[in-house]
């Protein structure tokens, strides 16, 4: 809904949502009109291409038409009608490219031409009272080169998209779609799992000895050198270097232990030195959503939505609506003066200045970040986790104080451990023990940032490990050699966190796309999440593969960072968005043409599985129909065995295994003995009879928490069309009796009210439900008889005009009474007690 908070504003300030213009409004005076646009109000039109290649890549925007969840075309109507009486416009969308998009259209839809109103753009990183007051004291215009790099990347996503899909739809099937960022996203994981499919496991060893010095305590320390070489463990032969060298197997290790234990263990080298640990920076966007990721198990798109809430204002009471954390969408790990000054106060006052460092810690953003904008921060850093706990949902608070507790960290002095390393010597073997302990918390007083996969072998330099005081030359008794056998591990498969990680790394996407990446491709069922892992599915193999073959030039991670740098030098005014595109679209073009030629003559593909058909043996492949994907046998025409594509989720998931072995154990068809298969229409999954054709016979699937249907009740009467046994079946109206022989006999029994003719035709009169559910009375001739009554007729002629039959219903004031259906009739009597069937009747008239 559009929202409105003054009648008589002078000033019009527009927004994306509601919640934004809520906290908004409250700093700005009764001069202002404070509306939400909710979000873009144009786009290219989704018919088609709405992009003129041939003339200069001009693209045609329009209105986005009106959907069931949202009136645009109202929202604009609205809009321009308080432009009209405004005296100037504010366009305060969010500080970024879709931002400026959003400004931009709404300058073109809303202002009006005739009387021109000054139109201005207003910028600000936090919704706080300072920060909105400084933003309308120096409003800009819209920044034409920052729209034009989200308008470079709207046509390059269209032009991809577009252009790509069909080959897909041609070639396997469905609607099938590409996308330039989503589809090198999905060949990540593919190559992942491609790399993980082709490990070859290597068996390791390693040697810890136990030992004793003269001080305690008893400590542990690795086999580090054998002849000089240094062991290196988890690698392969060929990727040892010269001066390396590891224990292959059992006998290796045994041959070596049996050797160590004749050796004497001596001390060779003790050393002991400081070392800091400086604290991590403020969250930027991709950051924030790893370390949600590995603590809470958020999803990169729960932990913007999340975010988003805690940035456009929660309520706190008196205090109304108050945005808590900067805007969210940064790649820079910049912070005002003001937020600094005030966080190391806070750390001087709560923390001592032990904690505080002698000048600010500043940090380096990565090249291509957009300092414009600050790192995400709280607005005030005195408003602590434990002060908003009553006040925030758990995630909110979650996320919040993880955000709080990161930015404080990043202003506190560094962590300081002693590490302490013993290289020990026994004959031309040599040990080494490290030990590390911490002498001052720093920032880890208040944060420790999470860490992905741990490999384990992999010694943690903060660990704390105590070893005892030893001297160069001291004698150690060996107590206890362990040998250990250890495997290699393949590559890890990408969680969110990681995958995120793995696109930043690789420059592909933007702090604004991480989480509509992730959603994508699941969504389009590319790759799909099992254990908090993404795991591609068969089709987004095929369709990656595909795309390779024709494309490998533009979906791959190097060519898109590349576009990415691209759009990067736009919005700075270095290049000129036509440009961008003549340079891409000549290269593509040519890819689209070779591989429109390589699909020619080609059969669509078939995804296979391994599933075994149950009817004549063969595989069991996918396919794509009107309504998705869905298994069908090899053998087709043959063999025309199809059903629904069983998740992969099942394999790990319990409760998808119950809901399998319930579809397993489905009862048979009522009607000709077959087994029922599951299939999907265009209401959704149901159960169907395995002879159709020949037999037709259908069974509803629960959703959620709703009752199955009860399955079809073969009943003893005949059909008086054909003679067939008729049917009890439960549809979506409920329960209704039809032939068995459906739909070569089309009866259907009606429930008709006795005694009583259409008024019409003299039909019978039936009860009937509507869409909604509720009940009324039309005739059985229906469509070519309408008559239709919303109140039950009942047997009795009208005594005051003689009209063949009554209406009856109940009402509160009234109770039950009946009434002639002839409106210019005002017979009208209560009903004491009414045998509705014989229209046998006592009771008093209320006819006037």
């Known amino acids: 809904m559009l929202t409105y908070f003054f009648q008589m504003a002078k000033s019009l300030v527009i927004v994306e949502s509601p919640a934004k213009a809520k906290t908004i409004n409250k700093y700005l005076g009764s001069d202002f009109t404070v509306m939400a646009s909710i979000g873009h109000i144009k786009d290219l039109p989704t018919k088609d291409l709405g992009v003129d290649v041939d003339n200069n890549f001009e693209p045609h925007y329009e209105v986005i038409p009106d959907t069931k969840k949202r009136n645009n075309k109202k929202v604009v109507t609205e809009l321009k009608k308080a432009a009209k009486t405004s005296e100037a416009i504010y366009l305060a969308a969010d500080p970024d490219r879709e931002g400026e998009a959003i400004c931009q259209h709404l300058a073109e839809e809303i202002v009006p031409k005739k009387p021109a109103v000054p139109v201005f753009r207003v910028m600000f990183n936090e919704i706080t009272k300072n920060a909105i007051q400084e933003a309308f004291k120096e409003p800009k215009q819209v920044n034409q080169n920052l729209v034009d790099a989200q308008q470079a990347r709207r046509v390059l996503d269209r032009l991809v998209g577009y252009k790509v899909s069909p080959i897909l739809w041609k070639t396997i099937g469905g609607k099938l779609s590409a996308g330039r960022v989503q589809t090198v996203a999905v060949r990540l994981v593919v190559e992942r799992e491609r790399e993980i499919e082709a490990f070859v496991q290597t068996e390791y060893w390693s040697l810890v000895a136990n030992l004793s010095a003269a001080l305690p305590p008893k400590f ?33 290790a045994n041959a070596i232990a049996a050797e160590v234990e004749r050796e004497s263990f001596v001390v060779e080298s003790v050393a002991t030195k400081e070392r800091r640990r400086n604290a991590t ?11 949600a990721a590995r603590k809470f198990g958020f999803s990169v798109k729960k932990t913007m939505s999340t975010a988003q809430r805690l940035y456009e204002g929660i309520e706190l009471g008196a205090e109304g609506a108050v945005g808590l954390i900067t805007y969210m969408r940064t ?94 010597r026994a004959g031309r073997f040599r040990f080494r023990a490290a030990g590390s302990v911490q002498k001052f918390d720093g920032f880890l007083k208040i944060y420790q940032e999470g860490r992905d996969e741990k490999p384990a072998d992999d010694d943690d330099e903060d660990e704390e490990k105590n070893l005892p005081l030893v001297k160069q030359g001291e004698s150690l008794t060996l107590n206890e050699l362990k040998t250990n056998q250890h495997f290699t591990d393949p590559p890890a498969r990408y969680s969110e966190a990681t995958l995120v990680k793995a696109l930043e790394e690789n420059g592909i996407g933007r702090p604004s796309t991480y989480a509509a990446i992730m959603t994508t491709i699941q969504d389009r069922e590319y790759v799909e999440k099992i254990e908090g892992r993404f795991h591609p599915t068969p089709l987004g193999t095929t369709v990656n593969d595909l795309l390779i073959e024709s494309f490998d030039d533009i979906f791959n991670a190097k ?72 298994l069908a046998c090899e053998n087709y025409p043959e063999c025309k065995n199809t059903r629904e594509v069983g998740a992969r989720k099942e394999e ?27 299939k999907k229409g265009r209401f959704g999954s149901f159960y169907g009879c395995t002879g159709y054709p020949e037999c037709k016979n259908i069974r509803k699937i629960a959703k959620g928490e709703q009752k199955p249907a009860p399955p079809p009740e073969i009943l003893d009467e005949k059909c008086p069309k054909d003679g067939a046994n008729l049917v009890k079946r439960h549809g979506r109206f409920g329960e209704f ?50 008559a239709v009554f919303w109140d039950r007729p009942v047997n009795g002629s009208c005594p005051k005009c003689s009209m063949p039959f009554l209406l009856e219903k109940t009402t509160k004031k009234d109770g039950t009474i009946r009434y002639c259906q002839n409106e210019e009739c005002d017979y009208k009597m209560s009903v004491d007690n009414v045998n509705v069937t014989s229209g046998d009747k006592t009771g008093s008239s209320l006819a006037a």
């Open 652 to 678: 790990n998931d319990p409760a998808a295994m119950g809901d399998r072995d319930r579809a397993e154990e489905v009862p048979p068809c009522e009607l000709c003995g077959r087994e029922m298969a599951l």
């Open 331 to 424: 790649d820079s790990t910049r912070i005002s003066d003001a937020a600094m000054q005030e966080v190391r106060g806070f750390v001087g006052g709560n923390y001592g200045e032990r904690y505080l460092p002698a000048k600010p810690n500043f940090y380096k953003s990565k090249k291509d970040a957009q300092d414009a904008h600050e790192a995400i921060r709280p607005t005030d850093v005195n408003r602590t986790p434990e002060s908003l706990a009553n006040k925030l949902g758990p995630d909110e608070l979650k996320l919040y104080r993880l955000i709080w507790q990161r930015f404080v960290a990043s202003q506190m002095t560094p962590a300081v451990f002693d590490q302490t390393t013993i290289d020990i």
């Open 559 to 630: 060519y898109t960072a590349g576009m990415e740098e691209q759009l990067d030098e736009i919005e700075d005014g270095k290049l000129d968005w036509r440009d961008a595109l003549r340079g891409f679209y000549g290269k593509f073009s040519k890819d689209l043409e070779n591989a429109a030629e390589t699909i020619k003559g080609k059969k669509k593909m078939s995804i296979p599985t391994g599933e075994i058909c149950d009817r004549d043996g063969g595989r069991m492949v996918i396919k794509f129909g009107r309504f998705g994907q869905f």
């Open 220 to 252: 542990d320390a690795k086999l580090n050198k054998i002849d000089g070489l240094t062991v290196k463990y988890g690698k392969f032969d060929e990727d040892l270097k010269p001066t390396e060298a590891h224990i292959r197997n059992a006998e290796e």
């Open 281 to 291: 920076p403020p969250f930027i966007t991709s950051k924030l959503q790893q370390e």
């Open 737 to 786: 009796t039809s032939c068995s022989n459906y739909p070569k006999c089309d009866y259907v029994k009606r429930d008709v009210v006795e005694g009583v003719s259409c008024p019409k035709d003299g039909g019978e009169i039936a009860v009937k439900k509507s869409r909604r559910g509720k009940v009324f009375y039309g005739c059985v001739n229906y469509p070519k008889c309408d």
